[in-house]
């Protein structure tokens, strides 16, 4: 299905913004297209994909991201010529110790690419002198938005995400820690409900009629699905 047929047909439609400002021009266009062809824009949702790695402290779900990147040493070189190229430089494990911060030097020569939204949280981190490893363990090569820290920092994100209208839910991804779900909903979860973002129960009986989107096929309610 072509891209403006789904935005004709689909109730919610999945995306992958990197940062809140782009998030919220997505879902802006998403529903000012649904709305030139006959919808309501309530009727068609975007979910935004989120990764993070929980700990009760930031450095325990830093931590949680060393690990994951321990699991395939193997693209750790192609990770770190990557984060290279966001940021204007030519980086190798073999030209740098990722362990260590980037040298004052190439500090100096380091640029945020604009073809990248993700190079200025690279840059970002990176200026504040923290090892090469670190800066990708916070998931700046990763497509989605990375939080690593604890269930207060995942919460104050996905928080400041929904009010900004940059989304109308996640599609959350935790690592891949056995405890990774069971710790989002015994740990995040209760502190959404707290601030009165996330129900306590099912309103409904579907997926359709949690999401808020009526029962109609397209604008064609007669051709119900």
């Known amino acids: 299905m072509k891209i403006h047929e789904k935005k004709r047909y689909a109730s919610g439609v999945y995306a992958n913004p990197y940062d809140i400002e782009s998030a919220r021009e997505h879902r802006q266009a998403l529903r000012q297209s649904a709305a030139r062809f006959g919808r309501n824009p309530e009727d068609i ?3 935004a994909g989120f990764m993070f790695s929980l700990g009760s402290t930031e450095e325990e779900g830093l931590e949680r991201r060393r690990q994951l990147m321990s699991f395939n040493p193997e693209e750790i070189p192609g990770r770190v010529s ?10 190798s494990v073999n030209s740098v110790d990722i362990d260590q911060p980037l040298s004052a030097d190439l500090l100096k020569k380091a640029y945020a690419n604009p ?17 090469i490893r670190d800066v990708l363990a ?5 497509y989605h938005p990375v939080v690593a820290g604890t269930p207060v920092q995942v919460a104050d994100f996905l928080e400041e995400w929904f009010l900004a209208g940059a989304c109308d839910g996640f599609s959350v991804v935790p690592d891949i820690a056995y405890d990774g779900v069971a710790d989002f909903v015994e740990l995040v979860v209760p502190i959404l409900q707290d601030r009165g973002l996330f129900h306590r129960e099912y309103e409904e009986k579907t997926l359709r009629e949690n999401m808020g989107v009526p029962y109609q096929y397209g604008r064609l309610k007669e051709n119900n699905n």
């Open 115 to 131: 073809m990248d939204p993700r190079s200025h949280r690279a840059l970002e981190l990176l200026k504040r002198g923290i090892s």
């Open 138 to 142: 916070h998931g700046v090569i990763n």
């Open 45 to 47: 949702k975007m979910y």
């Open 82 to 91: 990557y984060l290279g190229s966001m940021v204007g430089l030519r980086l």
